[in-house]
Structures are given as structure tokens and as C-alpha cells.
């Protein structure tokens, strides 16, 4: 098992049986010999230095009917909201002000009717702090609007995958949602010279190790800019609410596998895993994931961003707690890198 670690870190790929033999050890010794390993990847790229993204969750309005988000557009107990112009300038403003070099603008996927809506947004932030990095998650959108978004000055775009696996996509959404459009759009966005990401959720309802390792192997030929992966973690109010939760442990394996397959990606230690328990975005470092996204949103829409049950969004998962996620990263030695953390593939 040792040699299938030294493998991937040497060749950047591994053969389905081998990944499938690092998601299933159980043995401790295996697991934390990947993690180091991805932990001295990791700290060959970045050093122990760790980026900062703001989160501004835009609006909880959606389009979308996704089984497993507490967003989708049939949870008629959701408040819907979207922030107005200022609100989000004002978040900037915000995080500018706390050193903050980029802005991530996450929402729930609307019509088009709202593309120059945001085109103008994206302007006006490029404006007023020309040195920030903007980051789009919006969902789907035709080339056009994508080229719009990138020529009014976003720089990135997160969009996950989800799954790479056809039949779980159609578990995991409405038939009206495609899986091949998603692939679609995810090269779209390359097309339009974004840093792209895109990622799964670990642990979702039907997942199977197999998928997992589609995954892997998508990810690998794709070679994103950004990984996004984060644990699935049940909302009441969905179709999938009864699943149990996705773990820590295995997400943070899949960090250390992609760390090892792809060295130069920028890797969240998700909100995901944060609530799950209170060590999780530390786990998700130590397994050689480079960035964490503090919440900049106004705090008073923060609990109606619900993707999932008991979302963290406080603490140091918030951008008042920013002092304290300094503290708990210098107690495992690492330190905030204030640098607005291109991609080094760029
Ligand atoms: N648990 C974990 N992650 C979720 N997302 C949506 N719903 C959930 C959930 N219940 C993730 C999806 C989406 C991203 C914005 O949030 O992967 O792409």
C-alpha cells in the first residue's frame, strides 16, 4: 500500500483497483501516510501558507430542483432573498478592509433575464478594488453569459461536477437537469479563460466507491484549476434528507488523492466539513487542502443560505472569526497567506 502512495505521488495516477484500495483501508497507518504525503505536496506549492476567499452568498433563489439542496426551487420553507447592489458592494468594502483578496459571488442558479444584472456587478466590484480576484459560482448559463461575466472582469468560476457517473446524476436531480450539459458548461467556462473549479459532494445518497474513482479519473483529464469537495450533509426539508451524512475521514482522503494527482490545485477545506465536526477544516489541511472561504455574507441572510442542516457560519467559518481561524491554523503550524491565490497553473 506504502508503494501505491510513492506511485501517485510519483506518476500523478493510479489504476481504478489501486484508488479503490486507498478509499477502502482501514488500516491508520496507510491513511496517515497519505495525508503527509499530500501535506509535503502541498506545502512544496504553498508553503504553510493558506488563502483566504470572502463568501458573499448572493441570493437563495433557484431555478433548480436538486434532491439534495436545501435551496431547491420546491422547499417552499425557505425565505427566498437576494442581496441588492449595495449590500454586496458593502460586503467588499467589508472584507477589503480585513485584507481580503477575493470575493467569491455564490448564489442559486438564475434565468438570464438577470445576466447584465450581474455583468454589472462584477464590474462595479473590479472597479472599486481593482486588485481583488472575483470568483463566480452560479450555476449553468450559456457560452454568451459566461463570456459576458469574464469580459465584465470575473476571474474564476466554481461549478461541481457533482458526479461523473450518468446513471447517479440522474439519482441526484430532476430529469430536466443534464449531465452532460453540466460537462458542457464546465468546458465553457475553460473555453472562456476562467480558473475553473469543480468537485463532488463525498458521501452523497447512491454514491459508490466506483463513482468516486470516475471522479478521480475525471478530475485527472479534466485537471481543474480549484477541486471543491466537500462531505454530503442531509437537509431536512429535501427528497434526500433521510441519508446519513458523508464523513470527514473519507473526504479528507479524497483531499490527500487529489493533492498527490494534482499539485498545483488550489483545495478548500470546505464549510462541509466544518460542521461536521470542530476540528474538520484543520483535518481537511492536514490532508493537503490550501484554502478556506470565510463567510462575508451579511449575517442576517446567513441562515437562510441553508444548503444543509446546521450549516456553520459562524466562529472561524465566518469573517469575524478570522482571528480565530489565524489561531487555530498556527496551532498546527500553518499561517494565513493574504495573497489573492491565483492558480499557479495560470
Ligand atoms: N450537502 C453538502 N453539500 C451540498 N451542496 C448542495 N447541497 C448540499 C448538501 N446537502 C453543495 C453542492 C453544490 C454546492 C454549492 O453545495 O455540491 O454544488
Not at 488500516?27 to 496517515?32: E, G, L, N
Not at 463513482?211 to 481543474?224: A, G, K, M, R
Not at 482522503?253 to 494527482?261: E, H, Q, S, T
Amino acid at each position: 500500500m506504502i508503494s501505491i502512495i510513492d506511485k501517485l505521488k510519483d506518476k500523478r495516477k493510479l489504476t481504478a483497483e489501486e484508488y479503490k484500495a486507498l478509499l477502502t483501508t482501514s488500516d491508520p497507518q496507510i491513511v496517515a501516510y497519505l495525508t503527509s504525503q499530500a501535506r509535503e505536496v502541498a506545502q512544496g506549492q504553498f508553503g504553510k501558507g493558506i488563502y483566504l476567499r470572502g463568501l458573499i452568498e448572493l441570493s437563495n433563489v433557484c431555478r433548480n430542483d436538486c434532491f439534495y439542496c436545501g435551496i431547491r426551487r420546491s422547499n417552499c420553507h425557505v425565505s427566498r432573498y437576494t442581496l441588492t447592489r449595495e449590500q454586496v458592494l458593502a460586503c467588499c468594502e467589508h472584507g477589503y478592509q480585513i485584507g481580503f483578496r477575493t470575493f467569491v459571488l455564490q448564489g442559486g442558479e438564475w434565468g438570464e433575464e438577470r445576466t447584465t444584472w450581474i455583468a454589472d456587478l462584477v464590474h462595479d466590484i473590479k472597479q472599486g478594488w481593482p486588485d481583488c480576484a472575483i470568483t463566480l459560482s452560479l450555476g449553468e448559463h450559456p457560452l454568451d453569459t459566461y463570456t459576458l461575466w469574464r469580459k465584465a472582469g470575473a476571474d474564476r468560476y466554481l461549478l461541481r461536477h457533482e458526479t461523473h457517473n450518468a446513471s447517479l446524476y440522474k439519482l441526484l436531480h430532476p430529469h430536466e437537469m443534464s449531465h452532460s450539459h453540466r460537462l458542457q458548461c464546465l468546458n465553457w467556462l475553460k473555453e472562456s479563460g476562467y480558473q475553473v473549479g469543480t468537485g463532488i459532494m463525498v458521501g452523497a445518497p447512491f454514491q459508490t466507491i466506483g463513482s468516486i474513482v470516475e471522479d478521480i479519473s475525471f478530475l485527472i483529464d479534466f485537471q481543474p484549476h480549484m477541486i471543491g469537495l466537500g462531505p454530503f450533509i442531509p437537509q431536512h426539508d429535501t427528497p434526500l434528507g433521510r441519508f446519513p451524512a458523508g464523513t470527514v475521514d473519507m473526504t479528507a482522503r479524497l483531499y490527500a488523492i487529489l493533492r498527490l494527482a494534482i499539485p498545483q490545485a488550489l483545495i478548500p477545506s470546505t464549510t462541509a466539513m466544518a460542521t461536521l465536526t470542530p476540528d474538520g477544516r484543520l483535518r481537511g489541511i492536514l490532508a493537503g487542502a490550501n484554502v478556506v472561504m470565510p463567510n462575508l455574507s451579511p449575517t442576517d441572510t446567513r441562515k437562510m443560505y441553508a444548503l444543509y442542516d446546521n450549516k456553520a457560519a459562524l466562529g472561524a467559518e465566518s469573517v469575524q472569526g478570522v482571528q480565530t481561524l489565524a489561531e487555530e491554523l498556527s496551532t498546527i503550524g500553518y499561517h494565513i497567506d493574504w495573497g489573492r491565490g491565483d492558480s499557479p497553473a495560470m
